[in-house]
């Protein structure tokens, strides 16, 4: 019920990922980013812990895939579990049980990695992988056509509900975190607004974290 990509920028070193699900508000289980360390995806019968556990094995010097190793050594629900991980030198890592629902499939590209479950075609994440690597410009811009290109190929099997898209880049917050926990019609066409509206700002609230006296004017009613 679940498609994702995960990816890096080589030329900034920004990680993020951008996924959508038929269940509501599936960003705030499933996606997990830290600046520095890496991306992971955790879907499919969601184990939410597994996203900060596979951040700090990587954050410990580990490779996406010694790190889904340990990850999931003596882990007994794996069978369950779809994820993926991406490092911060762009190694990726995936995994798919053998309980994944539905048509799943996985793959993996430069600097990137999709995958799925309950999708209406096995060729939805090829298509991700595809799309993103022939895209251009920033991190955010490409997740999205990455995501366009998931609903041209089909997508899920049912209309998804929910779509998020999480950002990272050299601060410890994320410097994108843009949810649609809900939408009736097309959550991917609205979390592509809520990114028009964010994109020209984020270098902004950036600046307002680190030099909050040398940061821009807010642009609402009575700031000057």
Known sequence: MTFSIIARCAGTGMMGIAISSSSPA?????????????VVATQNITDPSLGPKGLDLMASGLSSDA?????FDGYSNAPW?????????GNTAQHS????????????????????????????????VAAFEASTGHLGDRLLTAMRAALSAGGEAGP???????????????????????????????????????????????????NPSGSPSYGVPGDE
């Open 81 to 89: 579990r779809q994820i993926m991980l991406l490092d911060k030198n």
């Open 160 to 210: 998804v509900q929910s779509a998020g898209m999480l950002i990272v880049h050299q601060v410890s917050w994320p410097v994108a975190d843009l949810r649609v926990d809900w939408a009736e019609d097309d959550p991917i066409g609205e979390l592509e607004t809520l990114w028009g509206i964010y994109k020209p700002q984020l270098n902004d609230y950036v600046m307002r974290a680190l």
């Open 26 to 38: 599936v960003a705030a289980r499933c996606a997990h980013a830290r600046a520095g360390v890496g």
């Open 97 to 128: 049980g053998e309980h994944t629902l539905g048509v799943n499939n996985l793959a993996q590209g430069k600097d990137c990695a999709a995958g799925g479950n309950l999708l209406a075609s096995p060729d939805v994440p090829k298509s991700m």
């Open 67 to 71: 790190a889904l190793d340990k990850l």
